[in-house]
């Protein structure tokens, strides 16, 4: 069989090497140089978590996500991962915290809640202001993403039977015929067809108002080095309180500290202007003043915008469309954790034409709620 994947991200790319382990043909098309630097896939890190509010779906499908991480470390020679721990934090009348550790724990898998004073014990580097409840889980850790990316791009390159095709834009794709053209006129067609085009998939398909860009800003500050002593150990830090979603991301193996909002814009043009402003993010920065000890000496290391592909419910979109074709579109911000598993179980349902309508409801997270 031959695949056709337009985008080079995490889920185009996973796809791919799903494909590729057993034997099919695939081209990839990306619009810009591979690894795309402008791709949501392509920051230093992301973040795996079992946490996940009401979505016990998605909470149940992160163990297979972190066997398909297994699977994919064992062939590109290498782990790109770094455990932390996650730490779920919530007060001012939010409450995802709570249902997380609820969800979690009608599926066996309990989080341990933490009373304020144990949480500052634990955490000294905490001043924890304005949290009300606080909920502990061993696992969880940090994904490095654009590494990720490039190393599996640079595995695929060596594999006989894929093709990358970089600096190569799709104008036009057919799901029903399996073809695609691109900008120079050139016509591909394939047996079947993936888009998996992040926030540029409504150019190639009408998704209308069901996906939606959204700009992110992120920060990645510079704090004194024993600061950053102590934050490389971790933990990650989901913290919802109501007007700020904040995640924070500890500085493991080397790489940066971040801190990001994960409300959404739900606007923006991912070919725009990248350049970010603290104002931006005014409330984020005041949310970090009274949440980290010593934020006063921190400082700005550098802002980076990426862009989300956002749906109402925040559940991700693999959908069947066509007689040749799959649209693929993890969204809303968390899609990076499932990208190995996503691209392995979207390459066994196209090789073995298993009931699309029942991969579409297991990649939204609606099989076990």
């Known amino acids: 069989m031959k695949v056709i994947v337009i985008g080079a991200g995490v889920m185009g790319l996973s796809t791919a090497w799903g494909l590729a382990r057993n034997g099919h043909h695939v081209e990839i098309f990306e619009q810009a140089a591979l690894p795309n630097p402008q791709a949501s896939s392509m920051d230093e890190h992301r973040l795996i978590r079992h946490p996940y509010g009401d979505h016990a779906g998605y909470a149940r499908m992160i163990d297979p996500a972190f066997a398909a991480w297994d699977l994919l470390w064992s062939d590109l020679g290498r782990k790109l991962y770094a455990a932390t721990g996650t730490l779920a934090l919530t007060g001012n009348g939010a409450d995802w915290a709570e249902r997380s550790a609820l969800t979690l724990a009608a599926i066996g898998r309990p989080m341990t809640e933490l009373t304020l004073s144990e949480l500052r014990r634990r955490f000294p580097q905490l001043n924890a202001g304005g949290v009300e409840r606080a909920f502990w889980l061993d696992t969880g850790g940090v994904l490095f993403a654009q590494d990720i990316v490039t190393a599996l791009a640079r595995y695929l390159a060596n594999q006989s039977h894929v093709r990358l095709r ?59 080095e024993d600061q950053r002593a102590v934050w490389a150990k971790g933990p990650m830090i989901i913290e919802k309180t109501g007007d700020v979603g904040l995640y924070f991301v500890p500085p493991m193996e080397g790489r940066g500290f971040k801190v990001g909002d994960h409300e959404f814009s739900r606007t923006g043009d991912p070919d725009g202007g990248r350049e970010a402003r603290e104002e931006e993010i005014a409330p984020l920065i005041e949310r970090c003043r009274g949440l980290f000890k010593g934020f006063d000496s921190w400082t700005t290391d550098r802002l980076k915008v990426c862009f989300y592909t956002v749906t109402d419910d925040e559940r991700f979109v693999v959908e069947k469309t066509g007689a040749k074709g799959w649209v693929m579109s993890p969204c809303s911000g968390h899609g990076f954790k499932f990208g190995a598993l996503m691209g392995l179980e979207l390459a066994r349902t196209i090789a073995s034409n298993r009931d699309p309508l029942q991969h579409a409801r297991w990649a939204a997270g609606l099989e076990g709620e």
Do not use: K
């Open 166 to 224: 970089a600096d190569m834009q799709i104008r036009t794709v057919d799901l029903d015929l399996g073809r695609v053209t691109a900008n120079d006129g050139t016509v591909h067609e394939a047996d079947m067809v993936v888009v998996a085009a992040g926030a540029w998939v409504g150019r190639l398909l009408p998704m209308g108002q069901r996906l939606l860009p959204s700009r992110q800003i992120v920060i990645y500050f510079r704090l004194p």
